[in-house]
């Protein structure tokens, strides 16, 4: 049986002739297996204790007020043997000790999605857990505890969070890993999309936001497909010599996506990945620029609008890395969003001199750019031509453009 009971009028659930509870007394006794409750609770909620006692319940999907955290007080007992399946979304639980007994009483439990959420958690052991999303959360708890997760059996990892909230997830014994996406950002509220805070933060916070991401990066080595967001490969690139304090690789990852800032100094922290990547096959960047001015970020030329004020761009960006052909096994690149600027062909330079058995490189421009313009034309054709002259360490690579 399903259940899915919807109110999203505040005054529609206050008219209700029946407390929650009775309705909820009510589908328990029928066994209910799937139930979803979206409704607009009370700042202080306590939900009813047959929630959490329902044996049949396989699937249970809890989204509270969407402007506001409600604060949720769980019941003292628990009992969820056949519980598969949880999400939380705009919840917060204080209460350490009942968070981590409830989620031990879900023996069974396969996936968790916590969603904009202060779920005070320390150990969470979830044998059976498959797949994990924590998207913009406190879940570290109060005064930035460490959250520990076992789980032996996880397949896939989707972590979203804010820099400042001092994330500290320990997983634990996750060989099992197959896809983790990470993504930072700057404020929980800007989605990523608004990079002028970042240069606001002081040195020392950069270097701990840092070895936070570091921590996490080691955290998950085991995967075989990952994600990782623009504001990490910043945040690390800011902070170098921490590079070079870290020898763990990749050994079993296969592809891996990046939505870097292609600065030269971000180059640095994408040639460190690419090189504890031994086994990659597919590279896929997908280019981001910033449009704020006070950012920090270098606003590179295009390749055929090149002038007196524009960035240095005559230095080899390998100077000071050992790079000989360190890409053994990647076949196919991907790069998505190309304007065709200077910083895009020196970084094409590079991995076509390393890349020795590449196949495919696919090219994306960005259609944002007037295709018909006669100037956006000129520019793909003469980026296209400065390409196919670079050398490269893979004597049958094809370029395709879209």
């Known amino acids: 049986m399903v259940l899915d009971l919807l109110i999203s009028d505040v005054e529609e659930f206050t008219e209700i002739n029946f407390p929650l509870e009775t309705w909820m007394l009510g589908v328990v006794r029928r066994k209910i297996q799937d139930l979803l409750l979206d409704l607009p609770l009370p700042h202080n909620s306590r939900l009813p204790p047959c929630i959490f006692t329902c044996k049949s319940l396989t699937k249970l999907v809890l989204y509270c007020d969407s402007y506001k955290q409600t604060m949720v007080t769980l019941p003292k007992s628990f009992d969820l043997p056949n519980l598969k399946s949880l999400k939380l979304k705009w919840v917060s639980i204080y209460d350490t000790d009942l968070t981590n007994k409830f989620l031990s009483s879900c023996p069974v439990l396969e996936s968790l999605a916590i969603t904009r959420s202060f779920v005070n958690l320390t150990d969470i052991r979830a044998p059976n857990l498959k797949y994990l999303t924590l998207k913009h959360n ?13 789980a032996p059996l996880l397949t896939s990892f989707i972590c979203e969070s804010d820099m400042t ?18 993504t930072m950002a700057v404020d929980w509220t800007d989605k990523e999309e608004e990079p002028g805070a970042y240069p606001k933060f002081t040195a020392e916070d950069k270097v701990q936001y840092a070895q936070n991401m570091m921590k996490l990066l080691k955290a998950v080595r085991s995967v075989k497909d990952l994600m990782l967001s623009r504001w990490l490969i910043k945040v690390m690139s800011d902070v170098p010599e921490l590079l070079d304090c870290h020898t763990f690789e990749y050994s079993n990852l296969r592809g891996l996506t990046l939505r870097p800032y292609l600065t030269k100094e971000c180059f640095r ?32 030329p295009l390749c055929d609008e090149i002038n007196d004020d524009s960035p240095d761009t005559s230095d080899d960006w390998e100077t000071g890395l050992s790079l ?35 196949e495919n490189l696919i090219l994306y421009w960005d259609w944002d750019q007037d295709p018909g313009n006669r100037a956006v034309t000129r520019r793909m054709k003469k980026f296209t031509e400065k390409l196919i002259e670079f050398p490269r360490a893979s004597p049958y690579v094809t370029f395709m453009c879209f």
């Not at 406190?138 to 076992?150: A, D, L, N, T």
């Open 324 to 358: 000989p052909c360190f890409l053994y096994n990647l076949k196919v690149v991907r790069i998505h969003n190309v304007k065709g600027r200077i910083n895009e062909l020196k970084f094409l330079e590079v991995l076509l001199k390393n890349a020795m058995v590449l």
């Open 165 to 182: 909230h001092k994330l500290d997830y320990a997983l634990e014994n996750i060989s099992s890993l197959v896809t983790c996406d990470i």
């Open 138 to 150: 406190e879940c570290h708890g109060i005064g930035g505890r460490k959250v520990r997760f076992y």
């Open 269 to 300: 922290t994408i040639t460190y990945i690419l090189k504890i990547s031994p086994n990659i096959e597919i590279l896929c960047v997908v280019i981001n620029e910033s449009f704020d001015d006070d950012d920090g970020l270098p606003k590179y």
